[in-house]
Each structure stands twice: as C-alpha cells, then as structure tokens.
C-alpha cells in the first residue's frame, strides 16, 4: 500500500477508536461506571424488589419462559418460582440455562427446568415441547419473551439480518404459541399466554427497524388469539417494557452508553425500569387474579412514550421566569 494510503487508513482506524472512547468517557463522567442511573425525580418513584402476590400463587402451576436464561425473563422466573410455579426455561444456550436453572431453584426450592431450544425452528420447538410434556406436563402459563435485536442503520441490513430478528421475534413467538396452543386445545386444558413487546411496536422506530416490525406482528398474533382462541379456555396479554438494564439489550442498542442520559432525561419517572418490576406484573397478569385479562396491551415504560409523543413536552425546560415573558407575549396576542 503506498504510504499516503497506509497513513490514511491509520488515521480511519484512530479516529473510530478515539469517538467510542470520547462516547465512553463522557458517559461515565456523567453518571458514573455503573448501577441504576437515574434523575432526582426518581426520589418520587423508587422500585420495590419483593414479589407482590401472595406466596403460593403459583403453587401446582406449570410455567414456560423462552429466553429465561438471562435479563428479564431470569427474573420473571424467578419471581414465579418464588410463587410456587415450576418452571421450564427455553433458550439457544444450554449452559447459560442450567446455570440459571440451579440458581433460581436453589433459592426458592422449587424446581425449574432447562430445554434446550431455537425457537426459529418449528421442528425444534415441537420437540421441546415433548420435552416438556415429559418433564411437567403441558404448562398453564407460557410467557414468550425470547428475542433478538441490535441498532442499525435500515440501508445497512442485509436479507440475513432482516430474517435473523423477524424469525427470532415473530416466527419464534408463532411457532412457541401455536405448538402449544394446539397440544393445550387437543387437552382441553386452558393457558394464560403473555408476550413481551417494547412501547416501539405501536409507534414504529427507526434503526431497530426489524425488531419494530415483528414486535408489531407479535401483538397483532395475540390480541388476534385473544378474540379467537378464549373458548378454548386460553387469554392473550402484552407487556410493552421501556428501558430496563440487560446485558442483552444494552450491549445491543446502546454499546457506548451515549444515549443513556438522554433517554433517562425524557422518561417522566426519571429512571429505568428494573427486572423485579417487570417479573411482578408478568406474575400478576400470569395469575388466577387477572383471569378477566385478556387482549391486553400493557404499556410499562415509566411514561416514556408519552413523553416522547406529545410535540410540546420539551417544554418541561421553560423556566417560571421564561414563563412570565412566554405568557406577557401571548396575551400581547389578545384581539389579533
Ligand atoms: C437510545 C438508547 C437505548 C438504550 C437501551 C434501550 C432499551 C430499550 C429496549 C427496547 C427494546 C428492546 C428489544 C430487544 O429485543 S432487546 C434484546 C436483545 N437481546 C438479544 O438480541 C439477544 C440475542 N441476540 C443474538 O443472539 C444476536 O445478537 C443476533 C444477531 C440477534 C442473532 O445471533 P445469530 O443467530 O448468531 O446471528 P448472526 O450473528 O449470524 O447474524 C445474523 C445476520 O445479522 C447480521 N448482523 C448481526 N449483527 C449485526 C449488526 N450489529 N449490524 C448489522 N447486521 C448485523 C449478520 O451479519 C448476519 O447477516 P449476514 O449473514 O448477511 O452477514
Ligand atoms: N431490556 C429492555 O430494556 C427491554 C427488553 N424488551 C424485551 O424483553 C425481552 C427480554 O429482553 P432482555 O432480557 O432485555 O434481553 P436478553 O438478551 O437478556 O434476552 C433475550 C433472550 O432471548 C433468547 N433468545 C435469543 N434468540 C433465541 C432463539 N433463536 N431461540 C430461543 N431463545 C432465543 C436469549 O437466549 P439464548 O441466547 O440462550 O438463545 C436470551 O435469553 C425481549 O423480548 C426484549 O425484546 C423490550 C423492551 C425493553
């Protein structure tokens, strides 16, 4: 390579290296290296981390996480097994569920289950629930919530990717749901079926463009089942999280943590969601209490997309002083 074109590339290379350094640092001298980042309107609103429903609810009840290995669904497993459920946690990565298997069963003492499974594959799938057929019976609460994701401009994906989150998001989903809700029907036994979202697939959002679209097509699939399927004995419900700390969707959607002040700044509640406060509406809506919920979409964002979708909301930054001239102006207006 001739040694202007050698230095140039050098000088590319130094150049990324040096943004996501200035990205990262900027981040960490704002908020600190770790931890639940918050504003001070967070004071107003503190998580509660202990399960809300009564011990035992979950008792004598068969529960199916997909990608409970990990992030939300380890906690919404583990929040259900500390409610008594058995539960079967289903994901791509053995290791990583047998891991959480023993950890959560050790503290609650109740049994939870690893399958191995790629929910993409319908075959898979089929098989895994014969798996679990053998292991607990069919389940009475199926919480689809495996999922894949990452940010990207839309000209730069390529078929593969496009298939890779949509197959993952809404095949996966399919395939889990209707293996199941067949084999239940066939039993004539009834389920409670929940679905995670994010508060983007009503709204679509850019540069997550697969992952808006087959989040949307998750929800059309089960309010769609709510209306068909309740006679059968089965309800259909939504959670739509906003941000919650996962290693999964951080590393994934944010690399740099450069957006994470931001988007804090805009959330109403002046922080992120937790994994504990999510198990805990998963669990009630899983529940016997919530047998009159079906249909439901459950937006649980800390007010995020309210805040983003009303166009005066930046306003929230006029000062009482601004305010007094604002307002001289607009009443100068009166008769005009
Ligand atoms: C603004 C601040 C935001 C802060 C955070 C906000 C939080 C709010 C979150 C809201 C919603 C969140 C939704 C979520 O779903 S988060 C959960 C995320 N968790 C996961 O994604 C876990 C599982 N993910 C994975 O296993 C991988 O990431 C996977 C890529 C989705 C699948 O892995 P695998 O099957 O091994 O796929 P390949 O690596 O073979 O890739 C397939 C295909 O995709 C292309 N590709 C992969 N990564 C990228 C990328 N970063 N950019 C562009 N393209 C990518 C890859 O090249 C392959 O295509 P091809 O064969 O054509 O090369
Ligand atoms: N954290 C957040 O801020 C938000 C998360 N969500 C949603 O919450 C859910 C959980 O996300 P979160 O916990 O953050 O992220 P994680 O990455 O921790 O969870 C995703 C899980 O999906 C599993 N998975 C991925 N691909 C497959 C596959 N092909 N077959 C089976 N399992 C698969 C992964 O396990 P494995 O790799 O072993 O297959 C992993 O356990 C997702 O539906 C996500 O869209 C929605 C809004 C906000």
Redesign the pocket.
Known sequence: MPDTRKRSSIWLQFKDFFFVLVLSLSQFRLHGSTGLRSGSQANFFPPLEDAMLPSGSFNNRMALIT?GGT?LGRAMTATLSQLGAQCIIAS?KLDVLQRTAEEISSQTGNKVHAVQCDVRDPQAVSQCVDQIEALTGLPDVIINNA??????PSE??????W???TD??LNGTAFVTLELGKRLIQNQKGASFLAIT???AESGSGF?VP?ASA?AGVEALYKSLAAEWGRYGHRFNIIQ????R?K???S???PTGA??K??IDRIPTGRLGTPAEIANLAAYVSSNYASWMSGAVIRFDGGEYVSLAGEFNELRSVTPDQWKLLEAMIRKTKGS
């Open positions: 990608g992030g791509r999922a894949g994701n990452f940010v990207c730069r994906l390529s078929p593969n990717a298939k890779t989150i993952i998001v994010t508060i983007y997550v992952s989040k999280p906003g941000p919650i996962t999964g969707a951080f994934r959607l944010d957006f994470e931001a988007m």
